[in-house]
T-cell receptor, first 112, second 113 residues
Framework: TQLLEQSPQFLSIQEGENLTVYCNSS?????LQWYRQEPGEGPVLLVT?????EVKKLKRLTFQFGDARKDSSLHITAAQPGDTGLYLC????????????FGTGTRLKVLA | GAGVSQTPSNKVTEKGKYVELRCDPI?????LYWYRQSLGQGPEFLIY????????DSGLPNDRFFAVRPEGSVSTLKIQRTERGDSAVYLC???????????FGQGTRLTVV
């Protein structure tokens, strides 16, 4: 069974601080996605990383896929209250059915 | 439609009752997924359809859960003899065949009392 563990589970920081969220597994994934989910809404895709070692930037967010495609990180620079939400990583199963396995989630709160 | 639509948005049912949850995917999307999300957790995979057929139903917890997609568009998740542990938000997502980006609906919050 492919599992994804995220850390930390909860994070409360002040506006302007930097943070990193980690997504780890003992399994290899074909690709990995990061989502952000707000209360009462479905997850919204932020980025997909496919190649080991790949780094993608989305404004103040930097995503990295581990060289072995088993782990990933999300770094946010100068966090803003609008970044508050549940961040989820999801790995594409290697079983070939395009199934995504979601991580346990990191709940971020950015205080003004 | 413009996005994935799920109905109802909220459903309260008594233990032991049968419920149906509906998902209208984005028009033209051939892949459809059902996930279940408990409070404070990440979504848990239930079943994946490619067209009319279930390509992977390995996430269905037991035989009380069943899903159909008879015409390759709308899907219905059916839960028999509901239990309090079935209470969760049930999320549906759809994607195109070759594009792995899945678009999620807002979910149906099921409460079994």
């Amino acid at each position: 069974t492919q599992l994804l563990e995220q850390s930390p589970q909860f994070l409360s920081i002040q506006e302007g601080e930097n943070l990193t969220v980690y997504c780890n597994s003992s399994s290899v994934f074909s690709s990995l996605q990061w989502y952000r989910q707000e209360p009462g809404e479905g997850p919204v895709l932020l980025v997909t990383v496919v190649t080991g070692g790949e780094v993608k930037k989305l404004k103040r967010l930097t995503f990295q896929f581990g060289d072995a495609r088993k782990d990933s990180s999300l770094h946010i620079t100068a966090a803003q209250p609008g970044d508050t939400g549940l961040y989820l990583c999801a790995g594409e199963s290697t079983s070939g059915t395009y199934k995504y396995i979601f991580g346990t989630g990191t709940r971020l709160k950015v205080l003004a | 439609g413009a996005g994935v639509s799920q109905t109802p948005s909220n459903k309260v049912t008594e233990k032991g009752k049968y419920v149906e949850l509906r998902c209208d995917p984005i028009s033209g999307h051939t892949a459809l997924y059902w996930y279940r999300q408990s409070l404070g957790q990440g979504p848990e995979f239930l079943i994946y359809f490619q067209g009319t057929g279930a390509a992977d139903d390995s996430g269905l917890p037991n035989d009380r859960f069943f899903a159909v997609r008879p015409e390759g568009s709308v899907s219905t998740l059916k839960i028999q003899r509901t239990e309090r542990g079935d209470s969760a938000v049930y999320l549906c997502a759809s994607s195109t065949w070759m594009n792995t980006e899945a678009f999620f609906g807002q979910g149906t919050r099921l409460t079994v009392v």
